[in-house]
């Protein structure tokens, strides 16, 4: 394998800026996240329906995204969305009500799902072009991303700048970004750099509904740090700057784990990496929920993240090398089962909630962590996908 390219480095750069671009982007609604649900008078419940209409969107507009790619290109699709997502993601700063801002989450979802896709698509051809592993540092980036997000909504939630003035502020400063990397990402096809598939899928259908679980659980823990760290940590007297560092610990560990992940896994193994992270999350979320505390917790949350951070990116590149299916299709499904997990955790930890506490609701990550160790021996045992 020759080595990369000027042209594959800038579009490694590319790639990981749009990635940025797009881990920033929700981000930094989740520290006003609090606010929002004060303003509009929302219970957890009503909370957590409204923000389950982002996966829903995700659902829908995913099974489209391999058809989009097809017709416009990955590269397109990618940096370009984040444009209209930024715009979509203003209207979650203008919502009067539950219905308006459950639409602007669920056109947010849509986009993003869309994104996701393209984004990952694009980075495996990079990464297919370098000749070894380097889809955890473009997550790890896309983490970096989430806590400048998160970092810069916990400030203006601290100096109390207008939720709107916030929210079109960062859509501009994102969207030129994606819209310069746009300029130096691959031209050509998207299967330029592929081999042609083996037509064998049998038991690589089943490796992939495994995988699509593994990063649904992947999704669980995100989904707790993003929709209901800032809201329990409220609930211990935590003021508003603080409440919004739970979802900076966890994306912060993440971003760590992730940007190490690739040296990590060629050392000990994929699968070894997963199952151990699994038990790492599992375990610092409860013992932080059993011994509630502001600084416990935050502790908590920076283990699920630290424990999970290759989950996701190692169950979509497992996806979508998997033997006997079309290019994309894997990375496609394993995706829409993510965007499952997005889907139900919400709306399920907002009625545990209610019901009983939030801290109750918050055993979810606990309970991914700890399928995540038992499925997760059905993850290739390498930095490549040789499954069992």
């Known amino acids: 394998m020759p080595a990369p390219t000027t042209a594959d480095t800038r579009a490694r750069v590319a790639v990981a800026g749009v990635f940025l671009t797009n881990g920033a982007l929700y981000a930094t609604v989740v520290p006003r996240l609090p606010e929002i649900k004060a303003d509009l008078a929302l219970s957890n419940a009503a909370l957590g329906t409204a923000l389950a209409a982002g996966p829903l969107g995700?659902?829908?507009?995913?099974?489209?995204?391999?058809?989009?790619?097809?017709?416009?290109?990955?590269?397109?699709?990618?940096?370009?969305?984040?444009?209209?997502?930024?715009?979509?993601?203003?209207?979650i700063g203008i919502a009067p009500g539950?219905?308006?801002?459950?639409?602007?989450?669920l056109v947010v979802g849509a986009l993003d799902s869309v994104i996701d896709v393209a984004q990952n698509t694009h980075g495996l051809r990079v990464q297919r072009r370098y000749g070894r592993s380097i889809?955890?540092?473009?997550h790890g980036v896309w983490s970096i991303g989430a806590v400048t997000g998160g970092l810069l909504g916990s400030l203006a939630a601290g100096l109390r700048i207008p939720l709107l003035a916030h929210l079109t502020g960062a859509a501009a400063l994102f969207s030129l970004v994606a819209v310069v990397c746009y300029r130096?990402?691959?031209?050509?096809?998207?299967?330029?750099?592929r081999t042609p598939p083996i037509h064998a899928p049998g038991r690589a259908i089943w490796l992939m509904i495994a995988l699509g679980v593994l990063a649904a659980c992947g999704a669980v823990v995100e989904d707790s740090g993003s929709s209901w760290s800032a809201i329990y940590l409220t609930g211990l007297h935590a003021?508003?700057?603080?409440?919004?560092?739970?979802?900076?610990?966890?994306?912060?560990a993440m971003t760590i784990g992730r940007l190490i992940g690739d040296r990590v896994t060629d050392r000990l193994g994929q699968r070894t990496v997963v199952r151990w992270g699994g038990g790492i999350?599992?375990?610092?979320?409860?013992?932080?929920?059993?011994?509630?505390?502001?600084?416990?917790?935050?502790?908590?949350?920076?283990?699920?993240?630290l424990g999970t951070a290759t989950l996701i990116p190692a169950a979509?590149?497992?996806?979508?090398?998997?033997?006997?299916?079309?290019?994309?299709?894997g990375l496609t499904v394993v995706s829409w089962m993510l965007r499952i997990g997005s889907l139900i955790s919400p709306p399920a930890v907002g009625l545990v909630a209610d019901a009983t506490s939030l801290r109750i609701g918050l055993l979810s990550v606990?309970?991914?962590g700890a399928v995540v160790v038992v499925l997760g021996r059905t993850m290739a045992t390498g930095s490549t996908s040789h499954h069992p």
């Not at 130096?184 to 750099?193: I, V, Y």
């Not at 979509?316 to 299709?329: F, I, K, N, Q, R």
């Open 281 to 305: 999350a599992a375990l610092g979320m409860g013992a932080a929920l059993a011994v509630p505390s502001v600084w416990l917790t935050l502790v908590g949350f920076t283990l699920a993240g």
């Open 366 to 368: 606990v309970l991914a």
């Open 98 to 105: 539950w219905l308006p801002l459950a639409l602007a989450l």
């Open 184 to 193: 130096f990402m691959l031209p050509g096809p998207d299967d330029s750099e």
């Open 239 to 252: 003021g508003a700057a603080t409440a919004g560092l739970g979802f900076v610990c966890l994306q912060t």
């Open 316 to 329: 979509m590149h497992s996806a979508d090398e998997l033997p006997g299916l079309t290019a994309g299709v």
């Open 135 to 138: 889809v955890n540092s473009f």
């Open 58 to 91: 995700a659902l829908i507009a995913g099974l489209f995204a391999p058809a989009l790619i097809n017709r416009l290109r990955s590269s397109r699709v990618a940096a370009l969305g984040i444009v209209a997502l930024s715009l979509a993601v203003i209207g």
